[in-house]
C-alpha cells in the first residue's frame, strides 16, 4: 500500500501566481479531505469529497480556492490568483467511510507552500 | 460549535516515565474519536480510533480512553521512549457534519534520553 501521495512537497512561488496541489489517496477509499495547518489555526478542513462528489466545501476560504476529483484516484487544490496569507502546509487525507465503523483517516506527507 | 482542546500544549519527560496526554470537547454527539501522532514535516499517522460506544482502545504501549458525557479523552503511554517525541492531536468526527473531523492543537511531546 502505497499510502497517500502528494505533490508537489514544496512549492515556493510569486504572489499572484497560480498554485495546483495534487492527491492520490489510497486506493478503495471513497472519502479524500483536504486540510491545511498553520501555525496560528492549527488544522482547518478546507473541503471533502465523498465518492468523487463534494461535500462540504465550507472550509474554502474564498473563491480564490477551487478543488476538483474527476475521478476516485486523483484530486487538485488550485489557488488562483496566490496570496502571501496562502503559506501553509497543504493535507491530502483519504478513508473509507459509511461502511460499517469508520476507518481512520491517512494522510500523506503534504505540501509546504510558501508564497512570496 | 464543537471545539477540542488538549493540554499542555508541550511536555517534556525523561525516558521510561509513564504519561497521559489530555484532550477535551465541548459537544458530546460525536461518531468516535480519534489520537494521531505528527512528526516534523510529516502528515499524520493514525494511533487508534474510538468508535462512540467504546470506552477505550490499546494498542501497544498506547491506551486511549473515551468519556463522551463528560467531553474527555486521554491518551496514556507507557514506558515512554525518546522515540515517541512528536507531536499528538486528537480529532473528533461530530454528527451531521459528514465525514469531518475536528481537531485540537496538539500537544508538542519530547522524551529525553
Known amino acids: 500500500d502505497a499510502g497517500v501521495i502528494q505533490s508537489p512537497r514544496h512549492e515556493v512561488t510569486e504572489m499572484g501566481q497560480e498554485v495546483t496541489l495534487r492527491c492520490k489517496p489510497i486506493s478503495g477509499h471513497n472519502s479524500l479531505f483536504w486540510y491545511r495547518q498553520t501555525m496560528m489555526r492549527g488544522l482547518e478542513l478546507l473541503i471533502y469529497f465523498n465518492n468523487n462528489v463534494p461535500i462540504d466545501d465550507s472550509g474554502m476560504p474564498e473563491d480564490r480556492f477551487s478543488a476538483k476529483m474527476p475521478n476516485a484516484s486523483f484530486s487538485t487544490l488550485k489557488i488562483q490568483p496566490s496570496e502571501p496569507r496562502d503559506s501553509a502546509v497543504y493535507f491530502c487525507?483519504?478513508?473509507?467511510?459509511?461502511?460499517?465503523?469508520?476507518?481512520?483517516?491517512?494522510f500523506g506527507d503534504g505540501t509546504r507552500l510558501s508564497i512570496l | 460549535k464543537q471545539e477540542v482542546t488538549q493540554i499542555p500544549a508541550a511536555l517534556s519527560v525523561p525516558e521510561g516515565e509513564n504519561l497521559v496526554l489530555n484532550c477535551s470537547f465541548t459537544?458530546?454527539?460525536?461518531?468516535?474519536l480519534q489520537w494521531f501522532r505528527q512528526d516534523p514535516g510529516k502528515g499524520l499517522t493514525s494511533l487508534l480510533l474510538i468508535q462512540s460506544s467504546q470506552r477505550e482502545q490499546t494498542s501497544g504501549r498506547l491506551n486511549a480512553s473515551l468519556d463522551k458525557s463528560s467531553g474527555r479523552s486521554t491518551l496514556y503511554i507507557a514506558a515512554s521512549q525518546p522515540g515517541d517525541s512528536a507531536t499528538y492531536l486528537c480529532a473528533v468526527r461530530p454528527y451531521n457534519q459528514g465525514g469531518k473531523l475536528i481537531f485540537g492543537q496538539g500537544t508538542e511531546l519530547s522524551v529525553k534520553p
Open positions: 459537544d458530546s454527539a460525536i461518531y468516535n
Open positions: 487525507a483519504s478513508s473509507l467511510l459509511g461502511q460499517g465503523e469508520d476507518q481512520p483517516q491517512h
